[in-house]
DNA sequence: TTGATAAGCGGAACAAAGTTCCGTATCGTC
DNA sequence: GACGATACGGAACTTTGTTCCGCTTATCAA
């Protein structure tokens, strides 16, 4: 996780390069662009030469492509982590803070052109994506999840950590076909979801 | 969609020759051994030395990927596309019927290590497999929901094609981690698909 | 049985992408 | 300005997919 520079020089001097602190921002760019052009598959070369840099820079800050796509979504994560606490505080029913909880990460998703597809590969290169995004934000789902399931609007029988990676996949292909849409689904899973004394 | 042997040899020759129609099956063999072992990803050098032939025999009797990954599983969508009218017609219930039906693909789906996977991927090798699945299952899937909203046991707003997508969907990563399990969501999905008065 | 010929085969060769490594350039400091 | 540490660039190597062509072999007619 790349992370030092700007602030308040810490003691020592493990201050990084200026030129190094420049690259990683420029690769930070760079990487967003390719992104957005090409997908979080985007070839390494590519982003490098976008960059002006060789392709040594990128390893050398970004060591696996999880690191380089964490750095480059950081704050949209983050973002949809304040989110929950949030939309709890500011619903009277716990179900709908998760619906739109839901909703807002399921945004995130959809428009992040194969981020869907690399958070549920099984490639050891996402596998730290995959762990990011879960311990980031399975706690804020189990929150909601618990909250509207002590209000009584949700079955009591399904975990954040499950919910999330069907979410998760539901938004695989989302744009790809305007037939399927993932808000579609998504809130159809939600309102399998809702308590009900309705057997199977 | 290679097929052309055994039974009545046909007028004119185009029957293939004998020591071709072996290697297509000793190759569908290999290549079934391989996908068991490595997921449908098996890298094509692994599959042909398995089956002690060279790279070219493999294109030359499937061309993509997809056709080898078509050929090795057809019986089984096969038998799901069949599977369909005969629990329409086994069944009282038509939600029912599509619920074991819907069962018995995931059932399918999950134990073909990364075949959901590829399913979804947007890569253009795996394109023909996408419309093969979609081609055969959809059009059943279509009859199963017609009948249970005629029924009026489920909502009529969602496409047999938007739910197989779904499904599929959800079938992704199952059986990589014990806290995920794909029936259980698709049964939760299944359950959002109920007619309901309750709006939201 | 034996050629002739078309069908089929093998695998070298090429391409695309990830990853590593090290000689060189640059920064920061004394 | 010199020197050590840090960072850079990109050639080289790896893995996997894909193509191509000279060689082999099955088939069939004579």
Same mark, same amino acid.
Request: a negative charge.
């Given at each position: ?5 700007? &602030? ?26 390719? $992104? ?25 800050? $970004? ?16 973002? *949809? ?23 807002? $990460? ?9 981020? %869907? ?6 490639? %050891? ?7 990011? $995004? ?6 804020? *789902? ?28 539901? *938004?695989? &292909? ?27």
């Amino acid at each position: 996780m790349p992370d030092d520079d700007g &602030g308040a020089p810490e003691r020592r001097s493990p201050r990084k390069r200026a030129d190094a602190r420049r690259n990683e921002e420029t690769l930070l760019r760079a990487a967003a662009a390719a $992104f957005v052009a090409s997908g979080v598959d985007a070839p390494v070369r590519d982003i490098a030469a976008k960059a002006g840099v060789g392709v040594g820079t990128i390893y050398r800050h $970004f060591p696996t492509r999880a690191d380089l796509v964490v750095a480059v979504y950081r704050h949209q994560v983050e973002a *949809c982590v304040e989110a929950g606490p949030a939309l709890l505080a500011g619903n009277d029913s716990p179900h709908a803070a998760l619906v739109q909880w839901v909703d807002h $990460f399921v945004d995130f998703l959809v428009t992040k052109h194969g981020l %869907a597809e690399a958070l549920r590969s099984d490639d %050891a290169t996402f596998q730290s994506l995959h762990t990011y $995004f879960l311990d980031r934000l399975v706690p804020v *789902c189990a929150d909601l999840l618990d909250a509207a399931s002590a209000a009584g609007e949700v079955r009591s029988d399904v975990e954040a950590l499950e919910l999330m990676h069907a979410v998760g996949n539901l *938004c695989i &292909g989302s744009g790809r076909d305007s037939r399927y849409d993932a808000r579609r689904v998504v809130a159809l899973l939600l309102r399998g979801l809702r308590a009900g004394r309705e057997a199977a």
